[in-house]
């Protein structure tokens, strides 16, 4: 059974007509990527998903119960979780204040948080070390690691990330793809959006070509990868 | 370093330290302090330097005598003062963190706390319960039932006037604020009035005990000076510290306290955690208001006669007092309420006194304190203790 289904999603910012229909399937376990252009409503498909936004027409499913009328903090509690465009760290708060509220639909005195905690420190040693240092004063490829952390402090069957790449020297891009590999080995379904069409079709079981809000390609990555249009397109060959 | 093992010891931080934890309730209380001895001692050697250079002008009295003598009643009254605009500055300073705009109600948010502490004397007196009515329980009472009272008006007005307008401009919002404001005004006056309160309606308490005497100095060229703190000036204080220490206390240790930073850093993020938004700007209003009402409360056992009307000078002082410490910051609308209580003190105090009463200083006090504030704010927009402006989300 699909874990998470979009389907023919119309989503508006007032009169500016953002998706035009998307749907969307994501299955339990998968790695499902989302590449398109600048403007191409990847950001606005993932905002509908969470709740930020509301699509006017059609229908989100998740485990086949619908949440598109739902505000964002009931969706984050079904197991939902997104990584923001631009990171969205608090930046006043310290990097331990960040983790906290990503886990804050939880018990902080339970021994799950505390394995959480364990689990983000071990994936990005980085915030172990920095964890009383403030949110805005964090290089960006810190700020990145905090906002999946902090994604992944809400213990999410599904994670949102959105451009987790951008910004970042190749060797940190290597780095963050291999983590978005090791939370999905460790049984967290992700859904990702990015720009790095390589890398992402690289560690992607499917992919969905989105383009004018509109889904123009849908196939296993590998053959999303062999598909001369986006060849041209989005992974500059030709 | 320390930290770092000690990181992994702790399971990366999840217990904080005992002197963490004093840091974040204790650490604004302390930066206050600062301000309250760095205000003190600035504007006390300015006077003294003014009257030491202007004792050649006056032959009635010894200028630098009458200075020293009451300045540490100046220093009293800076202080009341101070914890006043304070108190009332966090209430439109927490707002403006979580929803950036100037609740202009706020100032009647915080008269309607003063005509609490006047019924709930009336009441009391009625009874004939007053009279022996224990002086701190009385003021307990009604510090706790003109923040509740308060704390709830202030919700109940985001709630009609406010939130249903969230998305609009911020001018239709502001305009909205300033009719709250004239409607609370009529409510309490029409209340007052057609109940034995009165338009202008006196706040009866127990007897609060007499003035306390703190020091006696030592003064070479004349008679000791006393420093003396009447009772409801120290009542005022007292409380007003243990508020603070409260509000700390919730806003920098506690998980919805947490929240409140999160919501007012980035409210759509803050719902991704989680956090539901509205009530988190309930809260605020709540916790503001609260504030406000007691300020209120502790103001009106102060002044001991109210009317309708008196929130509005103090609230627009106290929003200004916000916005000396840098709006949208805790620490800084205490700090800024501090500064102007000094300023303001100071300035109505030794006008008359170095102009040889041509000045009736308290006429003047506002005007003074006001340009000092457009000059400070002039060199440092942001504000005493703000973050650059493109810092805050
Ligand atoms: N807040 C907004 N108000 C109005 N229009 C918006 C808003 N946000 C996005 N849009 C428009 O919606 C369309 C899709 O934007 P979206 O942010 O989803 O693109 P994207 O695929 O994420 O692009 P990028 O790769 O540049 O992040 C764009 O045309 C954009 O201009
Ligand atoms: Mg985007």
Do not use: W
């Amino acid at each position: 059974m699909s874990l998470l289904e979009l389907q023919n999603v119309h989503t508006y910012y007032g009169n500016i007509h953002a998706l035009k229909g998307v749907s969307i399937t994501v299955n339990e376990g998968e790695i499902v990527t989302l590449i398109g252009s600048n403007g191409a409503g990847k950001s606005t498909t993932l905002r509908t998903i969470s709740g930020l936004l509301r699509p006017r027409l059609g229908e989100v499913l998740f485990k086949g119960q619908r949440i598109d009328r739902m505000p964002p903090h009931e969706i984050v509690q079904l197991g939902i979780a997104q990584a923001p465009e631009g990171r969205r760290i608090f930046p006043r708060l310290t990097v331990l204040e960040n983790l906290e509220l990503g886990a804050y639909i939880h018990n902080a005195n339970s021994p799950e948080y505390r394995r959480d905690l364990e689990r983000v420190f071990d994936l990005f040693p980085r915030l172990r070390e920095r964890y009383t240092q403030k949110g805005g004063t964090l290089s960006g490829g810190e700020q990145q690691m905090l906002a999946i952390g902090r994604a992944l402090m809400t213990r999410p069957n599904v994670i949102l990330l959105d451009e987790p790449s951008m910004g970042l020297a190749p060797v940190l891009v290597e780095q963050i793809f291999d983590i978005v590999r090791e939370i999905n080995a460790q049984g967290t379904t992700v859904l990702l959006v990015e720009q790095n069409a390589h890398m992402a079709l690289a560690i992607a079981h499917r992919a969905y070509v989105l383009q004018t809000g509109k889904i123009v390609l849908e196939d296993t990555a590998e053959a999303v990868a062999k598909n001369e249009t986006v060849q041209k397109a989005y992974l500059g060959l030709d | 370093m320390a930290t770092q093992s000690e990181a992994g010891a702790i399971s990366a931080g999840t217990r904080r330290t005992t002197q963490m934890l004093l840091n974040q309730i204790f650490g604004p209380l302390l930066q206050i302090l600062y301000f309250v001895i760095g205000s003190a001692v600035i504007l006390g050697t300015i006077v003294i330097v003014l009257a030491f250079l202007l004792q050649g002008t006056r032959s009635d009295i010894n200028l630098l005598q009458g200075t020293l003598i009451i300045l540490p009643q100046v220093i009293v009254d800076s202080l009341v003062r101070g914890f006043l605009y304070a108190m009332i500055a966090l209430g439109y300073t927490m707002v403006y963190g979580v929803l950036e705009f100037i609740n202009f109600a706020h100032g009647e948010i915080f008269m309607v706390g003063a005509f609490v502490v006047a019924g709930f004397g009336l009441m009391l007196n009625s009874a004939g319960l007053l009279r022996d009515f224990p002086g701190i329980l009385f003021v307990i009472i009604a510090v706790l039932l003109g923040a509740a009272v308060s704390g709830i008006l202030a919700v109940s007005v985001e709630r009609v006037a406010y939130r249903p307008l969230r998305n609009s401009p911020k001018l239709v919002l502001l305009i909205s604020t300033i009719g709250m404001s004239l409607v609370l005004q009529d409510l309490v006056r029409i209340i007052a009035t057609s109940t034995p309160l009165g338009f202008n309606a006196r706040v009866l308490t127990p007897d609060l005990g007499s003035a306390i005497r703190l020091a006696t100095l030592p003064n070479p060229g004349g008679r000791d000076i006393n420093v003396i703190i009447d009772a409801r000036s120290m009542i005022f204080i007292v409380a007003s510290i243990v508020m603070l220490i409260f509000l700390n206390y919730l806003v920098n240790v506690t998980r919805v306290g947490k929240a409140m930073r999160a919501v007012a850093q980035d409210r759509p993020t803050a719902s991704l955690m989680g956090i539901n938004v509205n009530n988190i700007i309930a809260l605020t209003f709540l916790v503001g208001g609260a504030l406000g009402g007691a300020a209120g409360v502790l103001f009106g056992i102060r002044v001991q006669a109210i009317n309708p009307y008196v929130g509005f000078l103090p609230g627009l002082k106290a929003f200004t007092a916000a916005v000396l410490g840098g709006i949208g910051n805790i620490t800084g609308a205490m700090v800024g309420g501090i500064v102007l209580g000094f300023l303001e003190a100071f300035v109505a105090s030794y006008l008359s006194l170095f102009t040889a009463g041509a000045f009736a200083g308290a006429n003047y006090a506002d005007i003074a304190a006001f340009s000092i504030l457009i000059i400070i704010l002039i060199f440092k927009p942001e504000g005493l203790l703000g973050e650059a402006t493109v810092q805050k989300v």
